[in-house]
């Protein structure tokens, strides 16, 4: 332990390093001292070697022993503590420069109005911190930082983690500034099924989910894409509240509805994380199935896959029978292997929203 520090061409001295000079000169041991001082020996030195903060304690004793003033002491204690302060945040800044290289500054000016800062990376590194609200950006690389990553943590790579964890951030801050009342899950469940009568009203489906979601204490918030994030989505509690987060990253009707209603299932399950691409688990097996069937009735499906046709009419026809955007018909029987995902023949069949972010629109 030193009793001082240098940095940046200034020196600080802890308050330890007077305190040795006053014990030397008195011609007193260290022990003698701490008595008269009325501490420790143990204190003393601790002092003498700069391992620990002087108190406001030992401040007056040393102002009544010497005849010096309290805030004598005070001061050198606060002048070493700043320099250290100093010390620490270049340091710190440095780890920030490493996690910020995994990071698109344009990403946030473009899509939330930060400042154009051209090749100022100290500067880039400030406005997104306060802009995440964090002390440091190096909390984003901590797996499980805001929620959880379940089975993903072996997959993803640090710059995986670090800007899954920026869009959760984001999100969440968005959740906080809600006064959204309390979440019911009942209410939410009624909400869920207003969301379903929603699937062919391409214009305004979000807001109006937005809002029955709002109603029962669910903040649904939709982000563009991080690119590398690899987040499908993610679910937190926020104070009373849940923050369902989705991201732009996959727009076709039928990505959109399951990714989604995928989130939901893990809400209505009790189970809150992130949801990573190609995840796989028992928590996501039962959101999936719980997407699928809630957009369309696996006895209904079963029925229609009897029937063999396949062809834009009949999924039009069953789309209709069951109230759901056809897209969400073909992206099933897609991912079932019925028909494949590169036939161009059913390309009429897709819906592909749009979203401003800064607006918080679609169109």
């Known amino acids: 332990m030193n009793n001082y520090i240098e940095y940046n061409d200034k ?31 143990k204190n003393l030195s601790l002092l003498i070697r700069g ?24 001061n050198l204690q606060n002048t070493y503590d700043a320099l250290i302060a100093e010390f620490k945040s270049e340091k710190e800044l440095a780890e920030e420069r490493i996690v910020f290289h995994n990071l698109d500054y344009k990403y946030f000016r473009e899509n939330y109005g930060l400042p154009d800062l051209p090749r100022k990376t100290d500067e880039q590194i400030i406005q997104v911190r306060r802009f995440l609200n964090v002390a440091t950006l ?27 964890n920026a869009m959760v951030q984001i999100a969440t801050n968005a959740a906080l500034k809600s006064n959204a009342p309390k979440f019911d899950k009942k209410k939410f469940e009624k909400a869920v ?11 305004d489906f979000y807001p109006m989910i937005k809002k029955a979601f709002y109603d029962a204490g669910v903040i649904f918030v939709i982000l563009p894409n ?37 989130e939901i299932g893990h809400i209505i399950n009790g189970d809150y994380g992130i949801s990573f691409e190609k995840e796989k688990g028992e928590q996501e097996d ?15 499906y079963q029925e229609f896959l009897m029937k063999k046709q396949f062809n834009i009419r009949a999924i039009r026809s069953f789309a ?28 009429e069949l897709r819906h592909k929203y ?5 607006a918080k629109s679609y169109m």
């Open 11 to 41: 020196i600080a001295f802890h308050p330890g390093y007077y305190i040795k000079e006053i014990v030397d000169e008195s011609g007193l041991t260290q022990e003698d001292f701490a008595k008269r001082l009325d501490t420790t020996p």
């Open 51 to 74: 391992g620990q903060s002087l108190s406001i304690d030992i401040a007056m004793k040393l102002s009544r022993m010497v005849g010096t003033s309290i805030n004598y002491w005070l």
């Open 138 to 164: 190096s909390v984003l690389s901590k797996r499980d930082m805001a929620v959880s990553f379940r089975n993903s943590t072996k997959e993803l790579t640090e710059a995986n983690t670090i800007k899954a």
């Open 193 to 203: 099924n207003y969301a379903l009568s929603l699937t062919k009203n391409h214009e």
């Open 226 to 262: 991080l690119s590398g994030s690899k987040t499908n989505g993610a679910t937190k509690k926020v104070g009373n509240n849940i923050m369902l987060m989705v991201n732009d990253r996959r727009l076709n009707a039928d990505s959109f509805w399951f990714t989604l209603f995928h």
């Open 286 to 300: 039962v959101a999936n199935k719980y997407a699928e069937d809630s957009l369309i009735p696996p006895e209904q």
């Open 320 to 347: 209709d029978q069951i109230d759901r955007d056809p897209g969400i018909v073909l992206g099933r029987l897609q991912n079932d292997g019925i028909i494949n995902f590169d036939d161009w023949r059913m390309q």
């Open 354 to 358: 749009k979203v401003s972010a800064v």
